[in-house]
Structure formats: C-alpha cells, structure tokens
C-alpha cells in the first residue's frame, strides 16, 4: 500500500442496506477524515479523528458513524442508506491537525437507490 | 455563519496567466489551503499560507491578506494539464478545513 486507499470504488446500494466504506493510509498519519463530495457544493466534512481511538462529529454526520481502533483504518458505515446519501466520498489524513496537508485517497462514488 | 466563496469557472490560454479568488469568513482562522482537483481524481495539495504575502512555488503562487479575509492562486505559464478544479479551503478556530465548491478552469490552446 503506498498512501491512502479506499475500498469499494464503486457501489450502488439499495435504500435502507447497511455500507461500510473502508479507508487505510500507511503513512502513519494521526489524522484521518471523511468528507462527501457533491456536485456545486464544497467538500463537507462528516466525521474526524484526530487520533487512534478517538472521533469527532463534522458539520454533517447524522446517518453516518466512524470508528478508529487503529492507526491506519477509519471506516465510514451507513446504518441505513437512504438516497441523499448519494455523492462521492473521500477519506483523508494527515500527520497533525494544525495546518498539515491533508493527503486524499481516490474516493468511492455511492448512489443510493 | 462560515463561508469560502470563489468563482465558478474560468477560462484562459495556454500559455498566460489567470489569477482565482477567494474570499472568506470563518470562526477564527488558521490558515488557507489551495487543493487542485481533476475531474474524477482525488483533490491534491497546492499551497498553504497563514501569514500575509505572497508565497511561490514555480508556476504557481498564493497570496493571502488576513485583514481583508482574500487569498488567490496564480498560475502562469498555462499548460493544458492545468485544466482542473482549484479548491480554496480555510481552517477554522477547531483546526477544521472550510471547503469553498471550487472554480474549474478551463484552458484554451
């Protein structure tokens, strides 16, 4: 692994599914977040952790949880998926919080049926 | 409330200069961030400033005024390959990056 991956790519899922969205990064980076990304709007932040075993609520979290047992994985799971949930979401990470690059992985494109 | 507003779309020649704005208002501020986007691929760090001026590296530069809460990105010396989105992005009092929806800029030969 070389940076920060996510898995899956793509997915199209039925409303009401469960989804997890994995993310790892090798960099050892502190830091990871998830944002989405959707057409006209800036990226938006969904959930943060600062740190292994700690998390954080973004400006719009609600249906979405986080955990981060470790280092290099903050997956992103929808409980239960439901249409305006479709976007493009990308996890990031960096070394710190305070003015450190953000590096992004490739991000997964959802659509929400 | 916190706000980045930038332009939506530019466009330029290969080969010239094209300068995009940001203004913003945030809960505090620590710092501006420029990211490059291109379509379907992941943003990319261009530039960080926190104090005023201008800062350069080799075709582009950020300038940032504080006072004024404006940064730009200028790009010269056009090349097709900077045909992309530039995202500004501002860091708030929480460390947290303030996204503005991006200015695509599209390059004429």
């Known amino acids: 692994i070389a940076g920060i991956t996510q898995a899956p790519t793509s997915q199209i899922l039925a409303a009401g599914r469960r989804m997890t969205l994995r993310c790892t990064q090798d960099m050892r980076h502190n830091a990871m977040y998830w944002y989405r990304q959707d057409l006209g709007l800036g990226l938006r932040l969904i959930h943060y952790?600062?740190?292994?075993?700690?998390?954080g609520k973004g400006e719009v979290p609600d249906g979405y949880s986080v955990s981060r047992a470790n280092t290099d994985d903050f997956p992103l799971t929808l409980a239960s998926a439901v249409p305006s949930q479709t976007s493009v979401y990308f996890c990031?990470?960096?070394?710190?919080?305070?003015?450190?690059?953000?590096?992004f992985g490739p991000g997964t494109r959802l659509t929400v049926l | 409330g916190q706000n980045i507003d930038q332009p939506t779309e530019m466009t330029a020649t290969e080969g010239a200069i094209v300068q995009i704005n940001c203004t913003y208002q945030?809960?505090?501020?620590?710092?501006l961030f420029w990211y490059q986007q291109h379509a379907g691929e992941a943003p990319t760090f261009l530039s960080y400033n926190v104090l005023d001026g201008l800062e350069e590296k080799g075709r582009f530069s950020s300038f940032l005024s504080r006072s004024k809460g404006y940064s730009y990105l200028l790009l010269k010396e056009l090349q097709m390959k900077d045909s992309a989105s530039y995202l500004c992005?501002?860091?708030?009092?929480?460390?947290?990056?303030?996204w503005g929806a991006g200015t695509k800029l599209i390059i004429k030969p």
């Open positions: 952790s600062n740190t292994a075993g700690t998390t």
């Open positions: 992005a501002a860091m708030d009092s929480n460390y947290q990056l303030i």
């Open positions: 945030t809960s505090g501020f620590n710092g």
């Open positions: 990031a990470s960096s070394r710190g919080t305070q003015g450190d690059e953000q590096f």
